[in-house]
Structures are given as structure tokens and as C-alpha cells.
């Protein structure tokens, strides 16, 4: 009865609370009135305009909000933690308790029935027998099935030892130091004990790790075929190609390992001619970790070694889901909503463990950490989803949510700038663009982030570019200084080693494209814009295309599509794809720093466990319920210490977006345009 009497004193408080809101925004009348009143029928056209009243400022319901929620519903947001804990003493198999059911879910009655009857009984919840009303039959394994899943599969054949601690070394190195799947001492532990000699599960991560660092490998021995004119691309095949795509196991029971495999398989054939498929990779690994409930938070205090992992392998499949999904122009694997899942903690490997309980997951203080920079990716690739699902969703589904009308688009972009610059003014000294940062791990963090914002940004604005709107001319102008401050970047790491990763590629191909689109609009009688200045970052960003394609296809591939672009706007450097093969593309000697600052001073925030840093806001006007003070156009930044990439397009190129048909003498030859541009994003990543 105290549960009940404490629950009757959450909903009075909460009833309280609501009529303190209504009754501020109706101040001369009686609450009582207002509640007997019919309820407004709001037009669809109108849903996205109305914003809901209980939010009075942006500062207070950021503030207040996680508190008023947190004493009604944790109870039932953590009730999926009290069932995994039933189940674990009702299954007779030890399956069932490593899967995962939410609040959806019938089997939830389970958990429920049991507290009902706690409650009423006053007897403690100490579940029942299975032996006494379980029958074997139904709950144990066939042995048909039991035989096809436990079958073992071909053993795996690894490189020679100085070869596997050369490729390890690389990995955490080139790889792991930006997307940190991998623990590196536990990792090292289990591989010197030879675990992976009689541990498939292990075995295969083992496997991954070489096939991923061969690329970055001179020994030979990496390579599948090393007679093949280009026998680079085979580099680590002969690895990744021994494990099966779906182990039959994994239809009993999926482990952290699992999880581990699919986000690497994902790196590494995004890589190679198949890399389309990688996201078919990351959406099973996902439903997996979704299984295993990595979605969700246990709600323990104290962090452990394998609940971090877990931690780390769900991120790092969100995020090569949400990126390499945004580039394909696909749905993502799982949506933000269901999330919940605390951060990774922001502490290097090398404290993880420790002789003092207290001291262990501690950084020291004072001291950079290394995964600072997987936070603040996370938090990026956050704002990427949301722009993905409300600015490029389906017809059906703006009409559905009311995602409409012009004043929603700058209410969205205007938050969705507002994030950016907000993340981007939290990131930690040590990871802020400088070219002549000396320390290599947080050069190529910086490298991998900035750019990595740079595509988002230009994800953000790409789609106002070619149609009549208030938003043309800021649009165009942040995609513009966001291409060439990326290929001015990727330039800079170039001549330091650069660490290719999909984020390279991506942001590479679509400041290509920011070109490409401004050498077309150039092509109108009066155009005035800098014409050189577009040439010049197009052929920057096939030649970054260039150093990648050696060890990602998927960029030889896209530099092609460049190439083809650039002739067909007849820029001469970029009509002869041979001239840019590795080697011929290194950077030139007078590139400076080209660091760049936010438009506007937001306070630093530290990185927090908690995933709705920013995100609170966004859904809010995602749904149409908040008001942003002004509902103009977001302001561009044009400030930044590279000289050529600080100037923003000339006005004129400004009239020829929002007027792009007015540039062409017919209808037929603007639809010509628009399908000619369409056939060289894409004809050529049919792959």
C-alpha cells in the first residue's frame, strides 16, 4: 500500500504542476472553465506553427524538464531490468535471460503479475519453480536445432604471429584510435592467452582486426592477391572472407563479439567493391545489439568492463549506421527515440582497471582524453539523424507530421545550426582544428570531427540549394565555405599521413558536389561568383579522392563521378582521371592553418553521460512545439582564418538559386540540368 499511496502523490503533484500551466497562460479564468471547454480543432496545415505553451523558455524546460520526468517514469522505463531479472529465474535455459523485451512487450505482464502480487500479498517476489510448471519440451532446445546451431564452423586460419601483432598494432593505431569498438589491454590480454586458438567469438574479432589494418600494411603477406594489377585492394580479403556473414550460433545466443564483428566487416567492406552493403552489416548488428538490450541503460551505478564494451560497440554501430545511411540517402537502422543508452565514459583505456575500485574508470585530471573525440561523434552524428529523418523524409511523412511550409524548414534549420555551433563550441582544446598540432592521435581526431561537421553542415543546407526559398542564399553560402574549409582540412592532413575513413570519403565526394553545383550556376549570362575558386576546390577534392581510392573502392569509384562532373563543366584538371592516381596528389607547400571559428559564443559544455545534450530541443521542433525567437534565416558565418575559404559567394549566385529555372531559356533545359546532375551523382556507384 505505500507504493500506491507514494504513486497517488506523483499524479497529484503532476495535476498541480498542470494546472499551474494552464492557469499562467489563462490568468483570468477559472481552470475549471478551461478543462470543461471543447478541445480546439487544429488544421493539419496549422500543426507544425502551434507551439505547445507548457515550454516557457528554452533555458527552463532544458533545465526542469529531465526532473519532472525522472520520479514518474523511471520506475517503468527500468521495468525491462526487473524482467531480464525474472526471467533469469524462470527459464530453464540460459538463452531467454540474455534477450531483450521492452514495455511493448505481452511478456512484460510477467514482471508485472509478479509485483501485483508482491503488492497485494505482502510477500516477497521470490519467483517460482521452473522444474515444477515448466515442461522441458518447450523449453530447451531441439536436438535437430540444437545440432545445425552448435555445428562447428571451419577453423580459422590466422597470420603469422609477427604479422598479427604488426596488424594489431596498426589497428589501434590508424583505426580504433577513431571509432573505439575495441578495449585495447583487454583485447592484448585475451589475444597473448591465445583465446582466439580455441574462441571462435574472439577469433573472428581477431580476424577483422587484420583484414581492417592490412590496408594500411606494406608486408605483403596482407595481400589476397598479390599478382593482380591491383593487388592493393585485396589487401586483408583472405581475412575478412573466412567468417561467415551470419554464424548459425547467433541463433541461439549473440554475444558483445558479435556486435564487435559487424561494426568492423562494416569498415572493412565499406572499403572494397560491396561497400553498399556495409549498411545491410550495421542494420543486422544493430537488431543484435538490440536483442542483447546495448539500446537500453541498466541502471547500475558503477561502470564494468563488459557493459562498456557493450557500450562502445552499440555507438559505433550507430554511428557508421547513421553516416553511411545519410550518404545512401536511406532510413536509418535504429531510431534515436528508442535510445537511452548512456555514453561511453570518457576515460582512456589504460584506466579502466584498477587495485582500487574507487579509481577505477577514472581519467586523471588535467590529462586529454582520447575518447573525448568518439563523444563528441556521437553527439554529431545525433544532429546528422535528425536532419536525415525530418529534412529528407518521404512526402508522405512530412504531410503526416506536418513537416511543412516554410516557416517549419527555418525553425528546423535554425536549430539545427543553433546545434552545430553549440557542439562544435563544446569540443575540448585538444581536439579544436590546428594544422600544426603536434600530438598525431588528436591531429587526426580534429581531422576526422571537423570534416565530419562539414558534411553534416552541408547535409543540413544541400537541400535548399535548388529550389525557391528564404533559406537559398544562406544555404548556399554555408555549403560553400563548409566545402572548401573541408577540402582545406582533408589537404592538410593529407601531407601528415591522413587516416582514410568513410567520413573522409563522404565529406570529400560532397564538397565535390557544393562545387560542382556552383560551376553550373556560374554557367548563367552575368554571373559574377569566383569561378576559379570552385575549379580550384573541385580539384582538391578529386585529388583527396585520389589518396583515398587505394584503400577504399568506394572512393575511386566517387572520384570518377568528379571527374565526369568537372568535364562536363569544363574544368581541364579534372578531365584526365589518370592524372590524379596515388602519389601525384600530395598537397601543396603553402598550405597554412585554416582554422575556423563558430558564429557564435556559446558557453563550453562538458561531454555527459547523458544522450540528450542537444536533442531535447530538436524534437521539440521537430514537432512543431516550440518557437524560435526569429524566424529569419540562420546568419552565415564567413569569419575563418583561411583567406580564400572566408569569401562567401557573390549575390549573384544568389539570384541563381532562388531562381534557379530563370537561369536556362526552357523548362526542357532545366529538367536537362537537373537530370544530368542526378546521372552523375549516381551513375556511376552501381557498383
Known amino acids: 500500500m505505500r507504493r500506491v499511496h507514494s504513486y497517488i502523490r506523483i499524479l497529484e503533484a503532476r495535476i498541480k504542476r498542470l494546472e499551474g500551466y494552464i492557469q499562467a497562460l489563462y490568468p483570468d479564468e477559472e481552470v475549471d472553465y478551461i478543462i470543461g471547454k471543447p478541445p480546439p480543432v487544429i488544421k493539419r496545415r496549422d500543426r507544425a506553427q502551434c507551439p505547445v505553451p507548457i515550454i516557457p523558455s528554452q533555458e527552463e524546460s532544458i533545465a526542469e524538464t529531465p526532473e519532472d520526468f525522472a520520479e514518474i517514469s523511471e520506475a517503468d522505463d527500468m521495468a525491462h531490468v526487473m524482467l531480464a531479472k525474472q526471467l533469469e529465474r524462470i527459464t530453464l535455459t540460459p538463452t531467454a535471460s540474455n534477450r531483450f523485451f521492452g514495455q511493448a512487450s505481452p511478456i512484460m505482464a510477467v514482471q508485472q503479475a509478479s509485483t501485483l502480487r508482491s503488492r497485494l500479498t505482502g510477500v516477497p517476489d521470490t519467483g517460482l519453480d521452473p522444474k515444477e510448471y515448466r515442461r522441458p519440451l518447450y523449453w530447451t532446445m531441439s536436438p535437430w536445432a540444437y545440432d545445425y546451431v552448435c555445428s562447428p564452423e571451419s577453423p580459422y586460419v590466422y597470420p603469422e604471429f609477427d604479422l598479427l601483432l604488426s596488424l594489431v598494432t596498426i589497428y589501434f593505431e590508424k583505426i580504433n584510435c577513431l571509432i573505439p569498438i575495441l578495449h585495447e589491454p583487454t583485447f592484448m590480454q585475451d589475444l597473448l592467452s591465445w583465446k582466439h586458438c580455441h574462441d571462435q567469438s574472439f577469433g573472428m574479432t581477431v580476424l577483422l582486426v587484420c583484414a581492417n589494418a592490412s590496408k594500411y600494411s606494406s608486408d605483403p603477406r596482407v595481400l589476397a592477391s598479390p ?16 567468417v561467415p556473414i551470419h554464424r548459425k550460433i547467433m541463433l541461439y545466443t549473440a554475444t558483445v563479439y558479435d556486435l564487435q564483428y559487424y561494426a568492423l566487416a562494416a569498415i572493412f567492406i565499406g572499403g572494397t567493391s560491396l561497400c553498399p552493403v556495409s549498411c545491410n ?111 529528407y523524409s518521404t512526402k508522405k511523412s512530412k504531410i503526416l507530421s506536418g513537416y511543412f511550409g516554410t516557416d517549419w524548414e527555418i525553425r528546423m534549420v535554425s536549430e539545427l545550426d543553433s546545434s552545430l555551433n553549440k557542439w562544435k563550441a563544446s569540443l575540448p582544446p585538444y581536439l579544436v582544428w590546428d594544422a600544426d598540432r603536434e600530438d598525431s592521435v588528436f591531429f587526426h581526431q ?44 582533408q589537404e592538410v592532413a593529407i601531407a601528415r599521413d591522413l587516416c582514410v575513413s568513410s567520413h573522409t570519403i563522404y565529406s570529400a565526394f560532397t564538397a565535390g558536389i557544393i562545387s560542382v553545383l556552383c560551376l553550373w550556376g556560374s554557367q548563367r549570362p552575368g554571373y559574377v561568383g569566383d569561378h576559379q575558386k570552385e575549379e580550384e576546390n573541385l580539384v582538391k577534392c578529386v585529388k583527396v579522392l585520389g589518396k583515398c581510392e587505394t584503400l577504399f573502392h568506394l572512393a575511386g569509384s566517387l572520384r ?5 562532373a568537372g568535364a562536363v563543366s569544363q574544368v581541364d584538371d579534372t578531365r584526365d582521371p589518370q592524372s590524379f592516381r596515388l602519389g601525384s ?19 563550453e559544455t562538458t561531454s555527459s553521460a547523458n544522450t540528450d545534450w542537444d536533442l531535447y530541443r530538436l524534437i521539440l521542433t521537430e514537432m512543431g512545439h516550440r518557437e524560435v525567437g526569429s524566424t529569419s534565416a540562420p546568419t552565415v558565418d564567413t569569419q575563418v582564418t583561411a583567406h580564400e575559404a572566408s569569401q562567401p559567394p557573390d549575390p549573384a549566385t544568389f539570384n541563381f538559386w532562388g531562381d534557379p529555372s530563370a537561369t536556362y531559356t526552357s523548362f ?19 557498383f
Open 227 to 242: 599478382d593482380h594489377p591491383h593487388s592493393a585492394s585485396s589487401a586483408g580479403w583472405h581475412y575478412f572472407s573466412q
Open 668 to 686: 526542357e533545359e532545366w529538367d536537362t540540368l537537373v537530370r544530368d546532375i542526378r546521372h552523375l551523382q549516381w551513375c556511376a556507384m552501381i
Open 446 to 489: 580534429s581531422v576526422n570531427l571537423h570534416a565530419m561537421f562539414s558534411y553534416v553542415q552541408m547535409q543540413v543546407y544541400r537541400p535548399f540549394l535548388t529550389k525557391q526559398s528564404p533559406l537559398s542564399a544562406s544555404s548556399l553560402a554555408m555549403c560553400t565555405n563548409a566545402a572548401r574549409l573541408c577540402t582545406h582540412i
Open 560 to 564: 570518377d563521378i568528379l571527374c565526369e
Open 281 to 391: 552489416l550495421l542494420g543486422i548488428g544493430l537488431r543484435y545489439a538490440v536483442e542483447l538490450g546495448a539500446h537500453r541503460r541498466r541502471g547500475t551505478k558503477r561502470s564494468s568492463v563488459d557493459e562498456e564494451l557493450l557500450k562502445r560497440a552499440f555507438w559505433a554501430l550507430y554511428c557508421l549506421d547513421t553516416i553511411n545511411n545519410s550518404f545512401y540517402g536511406r532510413p536509418a537502422g535504429i531510431s534515436h527515440e528508442s535510445l537511452d543508452i548512456e555514453y561511453p565514459i570518457e576515460c582512456d583505456d589504460e584506466y579502466w582497471r584498477s587495485d582500487d575500485s574507487e579509481e577505477a574508470f577514472k581519467q586523471p585530471s588535467g590529462k586529454p582524453c582520447s575518447i573525448s573525440n568518439f563523444i563528441c561523434l556521437i553527439k554529431l552524428c545525433e544532429i546528422l539523424g535528425f536532419a536525415t529523418r525530418t529534412l
Open 585 to 603: 596528389s600530395q598537397t601543396e607547400s603553402n598550405i597554412h592553418d585554416h582554422a575556423f571559428d563558430t558564429q557564435t559564443v556559446v558557453e
